[in-house]
């Protein structure tokens, strides 16, 4: 083996020189087939609990509602809701149903996918302001060309088969477009 | 980045779910490193000669003393002596034993320094330091770290 081959292939491309390792004599004869790279997994395993306010929103999901909980100051209805205002710092008291129709308040067209459940690229990643909310989920459209997806657009989520329900945003399979007029984005001013 | 998430419960309580974050980290091994893991992969174990002489195993890429690059690498032996050890009487998962098992610090015959590894016995009685100990290999050697499966007694009764 040369000591070109040697070198890690990833790190070569910076400047001749910077970073070449040593390449040691070795007493015993290793074969022609040598360990250059590993995977090491590595895991951190939790055990979570979303806490009580998250745990109402889980629990809506199931039943196909997004609750949100209310700012006791500001009035804004925050979701998911943490059990406290982001804005005031005091606990939220007043649950709130809001959606499901959602406007459009930021988006992304994906061409590299990642993860197991992503859809197939490219798609469109965005964020839904629910109707009646003050801050916006994150999914994915469907139904749609991604070059004609835009900010303002009216949509609604696309639930799984009701016997796949569970506590989970997995509810949601995808968002797709409504026939409504868009919003213009000067509405959306505060919630992008 | 792997995340699993599986929901539990549907009665009245706090919801609670195991939560996986998981790397599949992909390293390169680099030169010596890599010849160590390869060594292992064959039932070998080898170390590398530092500046002052002494033999480092596992090995090391750059001297500890000077940060000088390595250049001559040795086969030591695939037996050694226990220098400080624990005994792990509660499992976790992960572990490289499922049964409550010594954490050793082993210096190999030929090496001058120890390595991290686990001794499979009986229970701490069993293990005391100067205790001489031999590699267990795994079965299925992949050229990693796990090919040394655990150390185990030198006429002990594992």
Redesign the interface.
């Given at each position: 083996m040369t000591t070109e081959d040697?070198r890690?292939?990833?790190?070569s491309t910076l400047p001749d020189g910077l970073w070449t390792?040593?390449?040691?004599?070795?007493?015993?004869d290793?074969?022609d087939d040598?360990?250059?790279?590993?995977?090491?997994?590595?895991?951190?395993?939790?055990?979570?609990?979303?806490?009580?306010a998250?745990?109402r929103f889980?629990?809506g999901l199931?039943e196909k509602r997004f609750l949100g909980e209310r700012c006791p100051e500001t009035g804004e209805v925050y979701i998911p809701p943490r059990g406290v205002s982001p804005v005031s710092g005091l606990p939220t008291t007043e649950q709130v149903e809001v959606g499901p129709k959602a406007t459009i308040t930021s988006f992304c067209v994906v061409h590299i996918g990642?993860?197991?459940n992503a859809p197939p690229t490219p798609f469109v990643s965005a964020l839904f302001l629910p109707d009646g909310a003050a801050v916006s989920l994150y999914g994915t459209m469907g139904e749609v060309p991604h070059d004609e997806v835009r900010i303002g657009m009216r949509v609604e989520p696309v639930w799984v088969d009701d016997d796949q329900l569970?506590?989970?945003m997995e509810n949601i399979r995808y968002w797709r477009p409504i026939d409504e007029p868009d919003v213009p984005a000067e509405q959306l001013k505060g919630h992008m | 980045m792997n995340v699993a998430t599986e929901s539990s419960g549907g009665g009245e309580g706090l919801l609670e779910a195991p939560l996986i974050i998981e790397y599949a980290f992909n390293r390169t091994t680099g030169p010596v490193i890599g010849a160590f893991v390869t060594g292992l992969r064959e039932r070998r174990v080898l170390g590398i000669r530092s500046a002052d002489g002494r033999v480092v195993c596992p090995p090391v890429e750059y001297d500890p003393q000077t940060g000088a690059p390595l250049e001559e690498m040795v086969e030591v032996g695939t037996a050694g002596t226990v220098t400080s050890w624990s005994w792990v009487s509660q499992v976790r998962d992960g572990q490289p034993l499922q049964t409550p098992h010594a954490l050793a610090l082993i210096q190999l015959d030929g090496a001058d320094t120890s390595m991290l590894h686990v001794i499979d016995a009986d229970g701490p009685e069993a293990v005391s330091t100067g205790a001489r100990v031999r590699i267990r290999w795994a079965e299925e050697p992949t050229g990693a770290i796990t090919d040394i499966a655990c150390f185990e007694l030198d006429g002990g009764a594992s």
């Open positions: 040697r890690d292939r990833s790190i390792q040593p390449t040691p004599s070795v007493p015993v290793l074969g040598p360990v250059r790279r590993q995977v090491v997994p590595a895991a951190m395993r939790y055990n979570y609990s979303p806490g009580l998250s745990t889980l629990r199931a990642f993860g197991v569970t506590e989970s | -």
